[in-house]
């Protein structure tokens, strides 16, 4: 979600990857509230973040969705210059009826949706690239 957000509303100024510790599959709810909103993600296909590395791709920034709340930890990533952590509830875990799930799901997606546009505006000034001691 947050790759297709940040391709979309970054208008070419991001290009954003997605990938997680294992290849995984893309959930059927998700890729149901994203079509909702007229994003379709069915020909996404999931990539694992280690075969990013080995294939030489290098960041600028890394952002990872992981549920600490549950004790998830963000995987590192080397090289890049900005890790930046946004936390939301692993989609994998709902339960509930169909429609239930779907509401947890939607409320995810439009919480990523907001991060992502924070992102842009947050990126969108130079300094945020600048590390700790050159701000200072």
């Known amino acids: 979600?947050?790759?297709?957000?940040?391709?979309?509303?970054g208008e070419g100024k991001f290009e954003a990857e997605s990938a997680?510790?294992?290849?995984?599959?893309?959930s059927p709810h998700a890729l149901q509230v994203m079509q909702e909103i007229g994003i379709d993600l069915s020909r996404n296909e999931p990539k694992e973040i280690f075969e990013l590395f080995r294939q030489g791709r290098h960041y600028n920034a890394?952002?990872?969705?992981?549920?600490?709340?549950?004790?998830?930890?963000?995987?590192?990533?080397?090289?890049?210059?900005?890790?930046?952590s946004w936390s939301f509830s692993d989609l994998s875990r709902f339960t509930g009826t169909e429609e239930e799930?779907?509401?947890?799901?939607?409320?995810?997606?439009?919480g990523i949706k907001e991060k992502v546009l924070e992102?842009?505006?947050?990126?969108?000034?130079?300094?945020?690239?600048?590390?700790?001691?050159?701000?200072n």
């Open 1 to 9: 979600m947050a790759e297709a957000f940040l391709n979309l509303f």
């Open 20 to 26: 997680g510790l294992e290849k995984g599959t893309l």
């Open 62 to 84: 890394v952002i990872s969705l992981c549920d600490q709340t549950n004790g998830e930890k963000s995987p590192l990533y080397p090289g890049m210059t900005q890790r930046i």
């Open 101 to 110: 799930i779907l509401e947890k799901i939607r409320a995810v997606r439009d």
């Open 119 to 135: 992102f842009i505006e947050q990126a969108s000034d130079t300094t945020f690239w600048l590390t700790e001691q050159l701000r």
